[in-house]
């Protein structure tokens, strides 16, 4: 998802580049089933792998580099979603969805050929920079642009003022009282094993999880040795 950083340096042009590279198979961050804390039902969640973007302070940095998490048939992730006939809805974040964005497209009409199925999504990038682009005509909810810190108002679904909840569908016309303003995080089991906290933080989490990453990359110790 988006945090603060130098919106617009990487724009459309950078994202077509890379989203042309391979329609058949994603490079992901995560996948986990449910979540019900980034958008409401019950949702599969989908964590693209690879950033372009550097935003201080952002909260899923393990997801930005381009070359990390794992590769997966795009026919295959459709699969794990229609297994689940508890989900109403997609929540695609990242990193950045559009670095990927043919082939997550593939992805969700494969899906909706087979299912009614719900598309949120997050992206860095400003609506304009990908208006037009098959993915966005796919997504009913988008929510834009990087996290600035010095504009986090604490919303339920987005982290700072300058991102815009856009619904292009009727689907989601509730999602602006989502979560009644108030943010919430929850723990899940993504596919592959491990347990992750996903949800939009507060300020304050986030905060406390920066600092206790960058304790950790300097060598800190659960022990209290470093
Ligand atoms: S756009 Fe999102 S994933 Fe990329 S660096 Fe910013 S906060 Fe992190």
Redesign the pocket.
Known sequence: ?????DRGHYGRQRADERSAADVTRLRLHMVAAPVHTLGPYARFGIWVQG?????P?????D??PLSGGYEMDVDTLARLVLRRPDIEGLTIS???PFLQGDALYRLILKIRCAADIGVIL???YAYEEIEGQPLTGQCDAIIDG??LSDLDDGGSLRGSANQRLILQTSRYQGLISFGAGRRTTEWIRPYGGGLAQVGVPSRQDAERAQKLRSFFEQGGTVDGGK
């Not at 998802?1 to 950083?5: L, P, R």
């Not at 302070?57 to 940095?61: E, L």
């Open positions: 998802m988006a945090a603060q950083g950033c372009m973007k550097s935003c302070g952002c909260v899923t940095p997801a930005r990242g990193g950045e997050y992206t860095g990087p996290y």
